[in-house]
């Protein structure tokens, strides 16, 4: 049976239905792709997306555009190659995530292209296009952007083995997000959606008291219509709020539905009030700590307020005199009334013949009262059909009411683990060398932890994750490494463990991921390498200048000619990647794997200076493209187990940018800036090729997020 | 929870669960009111607290119950979560009700995060055991699944009635005395940590 709500979304499909709402104008560009921008009619979010708009083609134009203009040439490249129609699945990605682009850039700049030939237009133009698609989520002040933020949105960071929906499905979820509906628009609108479900309750249906019978819907069907109407507010919120992959982006979206709360508080629409406050409430949401953690004192003190109002306590005294004290207009939460009628029936009971006294005199008062809410008049507010849409197109059925309600249980539980700590911890924590035994349980912490989100994210755009390299489970044995010198680790300043966990997303067979699970530390006790380096035949101390990792001879020897040649040995010892000769610096895979102690301090963050910076310690890792920071247990030691399991801040790499820094002061400093953002951080190592690997590791991943164009004598798997 | 031991007599929270029409707000005001039903009254704050005497020791209890909001799904994990020991009412004359029970456990579980949080499961209208649709024998084994007691109980003849309420506030009142014994316990753990901590430092 199709109910009123139920029309159309489905949140689970990929396909887009939301093609009435964009503008007419852009069909032709769109209708190639079946995918149609959100364009909303409305003076406001225009104005919003104009202003956005610009500070991005701004930035852009001010930033520097490597990363875009690597993607333009990969575009362009396969335009040349291919037929359009045969690109692939991952340039059509790029394709529909440019063209949602072009048409704000198209839009605003007033110089629309009709044709979908998007692949011959002008570099310049693409490359304002996808700038402005990196920055989306750099304007944290316009609605319109948030969801970016939410869905990694850089089309370059994703393989070409990707499925191709994958990316319609994030785009689906930034077209049809609650965050991109001014809050005061979603609170008048729900209000305006509710009003009339609420007015056509009959008296009839409240004194029947049979809206938790088998024929409520037959007897009560205004009841029920209006509580379904509850649950789907309720539904649709809880829905949003885990749409955020990660927590800061989940707080996002939970501070603007308190803000629609709190516009549906000053409306006196406490039923859809409830319905949010209850979905915050809720198993899936209440438990989410760090994403509450994320939300701001003002945020988390509106909230206590509003919730306070349906304090049960005392009976719900709260909200009977709040609704004593207010005047029409009104929307009450019915629930109340229907228990308290559902009690005088009960109390009072009707047995026939006449309706005794009390049991009329009881029931009649709170008819009363609800029929003069009933009079509440809503004409002030202008109806804004497309939101109206969006609202009551979110699929919810109420007999399905629990499996919903299990799926999203299941979501927050994916987001948030309720027990990331456990056997693997310890074991990640030990403190004896790393073997590949102990990788699997390594890496499943990482997994439970906050950066977990990251993996899911890849995975939700098509990576399959696997602990470790397929060799290296198969083949995986422990030995210790004859061929390094005994004392290699005791000479190694850096304290830094490489792992390769072999994500890397490029199907390149000749990548020679030589893992090396090296753990040096100070003490002489502990300089056992285990791991699965078939390579190690090589010695060491016989390739003095050549790079670390790939066997690059040196160019860049300038840098590290003021290296200090102990340390230069030392981190020589423990990268021995030696199978290629192609590579440029370092493996994607050994890139993201860095990990060691650093020290950061905030240069810049979003253009300003701040007012205190120190440099604080952190144990740093690169996982998948982020960077994730676990803060320090105690004042010192640089060792992984002197910093805590759980890390404190997981960022994404995509459109920052590392160089070593020159700094007289402080040695061994390289410089994390962020392309739009304005921010920038400095970071220190122990040591000049500590600084140096970081800094290759991070452009590495950073130039990683433009995919590779495949050798045309290599089939692509699609 | 957030009852403070020195005012007052200890009141122990009590959260009504079951289906709708299977008669926990007749098991409530039978409770509350006994004979004395006319004096109710909806809306005044204290229409579910009452004091009673449990095992000679003055205690207040009070009901929450929903009746008439089974259908608003979405308020109930914020109730549950208040809650300090749980009756989970059904009809022995409703199939139906007695299998949304499990629902019922499930999500209070999940809410309260304790597979022992003091819980009753109750089959109700047991004067209508001629309509029984539900065999005994059947409540019992989920009972002993969950490892809870069930009690059958009639709100009409108020047989049973204030049995279930009072079993439910033993098992509130001992496990809140455990409660406290292990907090306190951990408060001192805490203390030996913290000054473990200093001298470290």
């Given at each position: 049976m199709m109910r009123y709500s139920e029309i159309s979304r489905d949140l689970n499909s990929d396909s887009l239905h939301y093609t009435e709402l964009s503008r007419k104008s852009h069909e032709p560009t769109t209708h190639d792709y079946g995918y149609a921008g959100q364009n909303y009619e409305h003076p406001c979010y225009q104005q919003q997306q104009l202003s956005s708009t610009a500070q991005q083609l701004w930035r852009c134009s001010n930033g520097n555009g490597n990363g875009n203009a690597n993607t333009i040439a990969y575009i362009r490249q396969q335009a040349q190659q291919t037929p359009r129609q045969q690109l692939a699945a991952s340039a059509k990605n790029l394709m529909k995530?440019?063209?949602?682009?072009?048409?704000?850039?198209?839009?605003?700049?007033?110089?629309?292209?009709?044709?979908?030939?998007?692949?011959?237009?002008?570099?310049?133009?693409?490359?304002?296009?996808?700038?402005?698609?990196?920055?989306?989520?750099?304007?944290?002040?316009?609605p319109g952007c948030y969801y970016s933020m939410a869905a990694p949105v850089a089309p370059a960071s994703k393989s070409q083995s990707l499925p191709a929906h994958s990316s319609i499905k994030q785009l689906d979820a930034v077209i049809m997000s609650a965050l991109r509906v001014p809050a005061d628009v979603l609170a008048n609108q729900i209000t305006l959606l509710d009003f009339p479900v609420f007015a056509l309750i009959q008296p009839d249906e409240l004194s029947s008291c049979a809206w938790t019978k088998k024929d409520k819907h037959v007897v009560t069907p205004n009841i029920v219509a209006f509580t379904k109407r509850f649950n789907h507010t309720s539904f649709w919120t809880v829905q949003e709020i885990l749409n955020g992959e990660q927590p800061k982006q989940r707080a996002e979206i939970m501070t603007h539905f308190i803000k629609v709360a709190k516009k549906l508080h000053e409306l006196n629409n406490l039923h859809s009030l409830f319905a949010i406050i209850s979905a915050m409430q809720s198993a899936s949401i209440y438990r989410l700590k760090k994403t509450w953690a994320c939300l701001s004192k003002k945020d988390r003190q509106s909230f206590e307020r509003l919730s306070d109002i349906f304090s049960d306590?005392?009976?719900?005294?709260?909200?009977?005199?709040y609704l004593e004290s207010l005047r029409l207009p009104c929307i009450p939460y019915l629930g109340l009334f229907l228990t308290d009628l559902i009690y005088i029936d009960l109390a009072h009971p009707h047995k026939g013949g006449l309706e005794p006294e009390q049991r009329r005199n009881k029931m009649n008062n709170i008819l009363r009262v609800i029929s003069n809410y009933q009079q509440s008049d809503y004409k002030h507010i202008v109806a804004h059909e497309i939101t109206q849409k969006y609202l009551t197109s979110i699929r919810y059925i109420e007999e399905l009411q629990n499996i919903f309600e299990e799926d999203q249980y299941k979501r927050s539980l994916n987001l948030e683990p309720t027990s990331p700590s456990g056997p693997s911890s310890s074991s990640c924590s030990s403190k004896e060398s790393f073997n590949v035994e102990m990788l699997g349980p390594a890496l499943g912490c990482l997994n439970l932890s906050p950066a977990k989100t990251i993996g899911s994210m890849r995975m939700a755009s098509g990576t399959k994750f696997v602990p470790g390299h397929r060799k290296c489970r198969s083949l995986g044995t422990k030995f210790r490494s004859s061929s390094l010198p005994r004392n290699f680790a005791q000479k190694c300043q850096g304290c830094i463990v490489m792992i390769a966990p072999g994500i890397g997303t490029i199907s390149n067979k000749r990548c020679r991921c030589r893992r090396i699970f090296g753990k040096i530390a100070h003490t002489p006790t502990t300089y056992e390498v285990h791991g699965h380096a078939h390579h190690l035949e090589h010695d060491l101390s016989q390739q003095p200048r050549h790079h670390l990792l790939d066997d690059s001879v040196l160019e860049h020897s300038d840098a590290l000619s003021t290296a200090d040649l102990t340390s230069l040995e030392s981190a020589e010892g423990i990268l021995c990647d030696f199978g290629g000769s192609d590579c440029d610096l370092m493996s994607p895979e050994a890139a993201a794997a860095m990990q060691g102690c650093v020290r950061r301090k905030t240069v810049q963050k979003e253009g300003r200076k701040p007012a205190v910076a120190s440099w604080q310690r952190y144990w740093l890792q690169i996982w998948a493209n982020s960077l994730v920071y676990f803060p320090p247990k105690s004042f010192k030691g640089s060792e992984r187990e002197d910093f805590k399991?759980?890390?404190?801040?997981?960022?994404?790499?995509?459109g920052w940018m590392a160089h070593v820094s020159d700094n007289t002061k402080h040695k061994n400093t390289f410089e994390l800036h962020h392309r739009h953002l304005g921010t920038v951080y400095k970071f220190r190592t122990d040591s000049p090729q500590m600084t140096h690997l970081w800094t290759n590791a991070i452009c590495k991943l950073a130039s990683m997020r433009v995919p590779k164009p495949l050798p045309a004598n290599l089939m692509s798997f699609e | 929870m957030s009852k403070k031991p020195t005012a007052g007599p200890a009141l122990h929270k009590v959260i009504m669960v079951g289906s709708g029409g299977v008669g926990k707000s007749a098991l409530t005001?039978?409770?509350?009111?006994?004979?004395?039903?006319e004096d109710y009254e909806p809306t005044k704050a204290d229409s579910y607290r009452k004091k009673v005497v449990l095992d000679g020791e003055e205690v207040q209890i009070d009901i929450l119950d929903t009746a008439g909001q089974e259908d608003y799904a979405a308020i109930r994990d914020n109730y549950f979560r208040s809650g300090e020991g749980f009756l989970c009412v059904f009809s022995i004359t409703d199939d139906e009700s007695f299998q949304a029970t499990q629902e019922f456990r499930e999500q209070i579980l999940r809410v309260k995060n304790d597979e022992s949080i003091p819980f009753l499961l109750v089959g109700n209208k047991c004067d209508l055991n001629d309509k029984r649709k539900v065999p005994l024998n059947e409540c019992q084994l989920r009972a002993q699944q969950w490892s809870v007691p069930y009690v059958e109980t009639s709100a009409k003849t108020r047989e049973n009635v204030d049995k279930v309420f009072f079993d439910l506030m033993r098992e509130i009142r001992s496990r809140k005395t455990e409660d406290s014994k292990a907090t306190s316990g951990r408060a001192k753990d805490r203390c030996k940590k913290r000054r473990l901590k200093c001298t470290l430092l």
């Amino acid at each position: 049976m199709m109910r009123y709500s139920e029309i159309s979304r489905d949140l689970n499909s990929d396909s887009l239905h939301y093609t009435e709402l964009s503008r007419k104008s852009h069909e032709p560009t769109t209708h190639d792709y079946g995918y149609a921008g959100q364009n909303y009619e409305h003076p406001c979010y225009q104005q919003q997306q104009l202003s956005s708009t610009a500070q991005q083609l701004w930035r852009c134009s001010n930033g520097n555009g490597n990363g875009n203009a690597n993607t333009i040439a990969y575009i362009r490249q396969q335009a040349q190659q291919t037929p359009r129609q045969q690109l692939a699945a991952s340039a059509k990605n790029l394709m529909k995530q440019e063209l949602e682009v072009k048409q704000h850039v198209g839009k605003h700049q007033q110089q629309q292209q009709p044709s979908s030939k998007s692949l011959n237009i002008k570099s310049g133009r693409r490359k304002n296009s996808i700038g402005c698609l990196n920055s989306f989520s750099s304007s944290p002040d316009s609605p319109g952007c948030y969801y970016s933020m939410a869905a990694p949105v850089a089309p370059a960071s994703k393989s070409q083995s990707l499925p191709a929906h994958s990316s319609i499905k994030q785009l689906d979820a930034v077209i049809m997000s609650a965050l991109r509906v001014p809050a005061d628009v979603l609170a008048n609108q729900i209000t305006l959606l509710d009003f009339p479900v609420f007015a056509l309750i009959q008296p009839d249906e409240l004194s029947s008291c049979a809206w938790t019978k088998k024929d409520k819907h037959v007897v009560t069907p205004n009841i029920v219509a209006f509580t379904k109407r509850f649950n789907h507010t309720s539904f649709w919120t809880v829905q949003e709020i885990l749409n955020g992959e990660q927590p800061k982006q989940r707080a996002e979206i939970m501070t603007h539905f308190i803000k629609v709360a709190k516009k549906l508080h000053e409306l006196n629409n406490l039923h859809s009030l409830f319905a949010i406050i209850s979905a915050m409430q809720s198993a899936s949401i209440y438990r989410l700590k760090k994403t509450w953690a994320c939300l701001s004192k003002k945020d988390r003190q509106s909230f206590e307020r509003l919730s306070d109002i349906f304090s049960d306590q005392n009976n719900w005294s709260n909200l009977r005199a709040y609704l004593e004290s207010l005047r029409l207009p009104c929307i009450p939460y019915l629930g109340l009334f229907l228990t308290d009628l559902i009690y005088i029936d009960l109390a009072h009971p009707h047995k026939g013949g006449l309706e005794p006294e009390q049991r009329r005199n009881k029931m009649n008062n709170i008819l009363r009262v609800i029929s003069n809410y009933q009079q509440s008049d809503y004409k002030h507010i202008v109806a804004h059909e497309i939101t109206q849409k969006y609202l009551t197109s979110i699929r919810y059925i109420e007999e399905l009411q629990n499996i919903f309600e299990e799926d999203q249980y299941k979501r927050s539980l994916n987001l948030e683990p309720t027990s990331p700590s456990g056997p693997s911890s310890s074991s990640c924590s030990s403190k004896e060398s790393f073997n590949v035994e102990m990788l699997g349980p390594a890496l499943g912490c990482l997994n439970l932890s906050p950066a977990k989100t990251i993996g899911s994210m890849r995975m939700a755009s098509g990576t399959k994750f696997v602990p470790g390299h397929r060799k290296c489970r198969s083949l995986g044995t422990k030995f210790r490494s004859s061929s390094l010198p005994r004392n290699f680790a005791q000479k190694c300043q850096g304290c830094i463990v490489m792992i390769a966990p072999g994500i890397g997303t490029i199907s390149n067979k000749r990548c020679r991921c030589r893992r090396i699970f090296g753990k040096i530390a100070h003490t002489p006790t502990t300089y056992e390498v285990h791991g699965h380096a078939h390579h190690l035949e090589h010695d060491l101390s016989q390739q003095p200048r050549h790079h670390l990792l790939d066997d690059s001879v040196l160019e860049h020897s300038d840098a590290l000619s003021t290296a200090d040649l102990t340390s230069l040995e030392s981190a020589e010892g423990i990268l021995c990647d030696f199978g290629g000769s192609d590579c440029d610096l370092m493996s994607p895979e050994a890139a993201a794997a860095m990990q060691g102690c650093v020290r950061r301090k905030t240069v810049q963050k979003e253009g300003r200076k701040p007012a205190v910076a120190s440099w604080q310690r952190y144990w740093l890792q690169i996982w998948a493209n982020s960077l994730v920071y676990f803060p320090p247990k105690s004042f010192k030691g640089s060792e992984r187990e002197d910093f805590k399991r759980e890390p404190c801040k997981v960022c994404s790499l995509d459109g920052w940018m590392a160089h070593v820094s020159d700094n007289t002061k402080h040695k061994n400093t390289f410089e994390l800036h962020h392309r739009h953002l304005g921010t920038v951080y400095k970071f220190r190592t122990d040591s000049p090729q500590m600084t140096h690997l970081w800094t290759n590791a991070i452009c590495k991943l950073a130039s990683m997020r433009v995919p590779k164009p495949l050798p045309a004598n290599l089939m692509s798997f699609e | 929870m957030s009852k403070k031991p020195t005012a007052g007599p200890a009141l122990h929270k009590v959260i009504m669960v079951g289906s709708g029409g299977v008669g926990k707000s007749a098991l409530t005001l039978q409770f509350m009111y006994d004979e004395f039903v006319e004096d109710y009254e909806p809306t005044k704050a204290d229409s579910y607290r009452k004091k009673v005497v449990l095992d000679g020791e003055e205690v207040q209890i009070d009901i929450l119950d929903t009746a008439g909001q089974e259908d608003y799904a979405a308020i109930r994990d914020n109730y549950f979560r208040s809650g300090e020991g749980f009756l989970c009412v059904f009809s022995i004359t409703d199939d139906e009700s007695f299998q949304a029970t499990q629902e019922f456990r499930e999500q209070i579980l999940r809410v309260k995060n304790d597979e022992s949080i003091p819980f009753l499961l109750v089959g109700n209208k047991c004067d209508l055991n001629d309509k029984r649709k539900v065999p005994l024998n059947e409540c019992q084994l989920r009972a002993q699944q969950w490892s809870v007691p069930y009690v059958e109980t009639s709100a009409k003849t108020r047989e049973n009635v204030d049995k279930v309420f009072f079993d439910l506030m033993r098992e509130i009142r001992s496990r809140k005395t455990e409660d406290s014994k292990a907090t306190s316990g951990r408060a001192k753990d805490r203390c030996k940590k913290r000054r473990l901590k200093c001298t470290l430092l």
